[in-house]
């Protein structure tokens, strides 16, 4: 059983940067797929950024050049670093990681005001 915890998230004037982490209690091997994921009101939830076996990392369009994926193996935690970010970038934000089942975490609201 696999356990995620997100924190960072909050609110930001639009140009700011905020840093999400998600730390996941539980067996995790360094090829499991971690990513982060978003959801905004009225809105499917969409995958923003995830980084697979060999720290290959994929964004979405939206984000890509201001938000950064990462983790630390060692310590079962991955980051995500959200810069210039912009209203439309206000959503919650979920952690994720695929092993043998696929893991959420609760949640974690972004707010980017303008």
């Known amino acids: 059983q696999v356990q995620l915890v997100e924190s960072g998230g909050g609110l930001v004037q639009a140009g700011g940067s905020l840093r999400l982490s998600c730390a996941a209690s539980?067996?995790?091997?360094?090829?499991?797929?971690m990513g982060w994921y978003r959801q905004a009101p009225g809105k499917q939830r969409e995958l923003v950024a995830v980084?697979?076996?060999?720290?290959?990392?994929i964004y979405a369009d939206s984000v890509k050049g201001r938000f950064t994926i990462s983790r630390d193996n060692a310590k079962n935690t991955v980051y995500l670093q959200m810069n210039s970010l912009k209203p439309e970038d206000t959503a919650v934000y979920y952690c994720?990681?695929?092993?043998?089942?696929?893991?959420w975490g609760q949640g974690i609201q972004v707010t980017v005001s303008s």
């Open positions: 994720n990681v695929k092993s043998i089942r696929e893991y």
């Open positions: 539980g067996t995790i091997f360094s090829i499991n797929p």
């Open positions: 980084i697979i076996s060999g720290g290959r990392t």
